[in-house]
């Protein structure tokens, strides 16, 4: 049930990352636009040129920050990379040993080989 369950929540949080990925990719664009004017913000020796530059900044981050729908589809993207290791750290749950209880004296040292493993 729990690989049911997971498996639906990593469908809905695909979903919404396909829903979001305009936005997302407009943020990417914003970022790097960001990038960019303060690359030649930095490289202006005018102060016309430095206005006119933190002008096309303020403009580019008010773009950015007004795009909310690309928060949500970066959540979406962190969820889904959550299910995928928990889908993972599942799947090497199974491949632990345990050992009989018998009288072998190193029962617990091939457990704890087995832990030691998976990490």
Request: glycine share 6%.
């Amino acid at each position: 049930m729990k690989k049911f369950m997971l498996f639906i929540a990593g469908l809905i949080a695909l979903f919404v990352l396909l829903a979001n990925l305009g936005p997302m990719i407009l943020l990417g664009v914003s970022v790097w636009l960001l990038y960019i004017v303060f690359k030649q913000f930095i490289k202006s020796d005018s102060t016309a040129g430095k206005i006119g530059w933190v002008i096309a900044g303020l403009l580019i981050l008010s773009i950015a920050f007004a795009n909310i729908y690309a928060v949500i589809g970066v959540g979406a993207a962190y969820v889904l990379y959550v299910i995928y290791k928990q889908w993972q750290d599942e799947k090497h749950d199974d491949d632990i040993i345990v050992p009989s209880k018998t009288e072998d004296p190193f029962t617990n040292f091939e457990k704890q080989w087995a832990e030691m493993k998976n990490y």
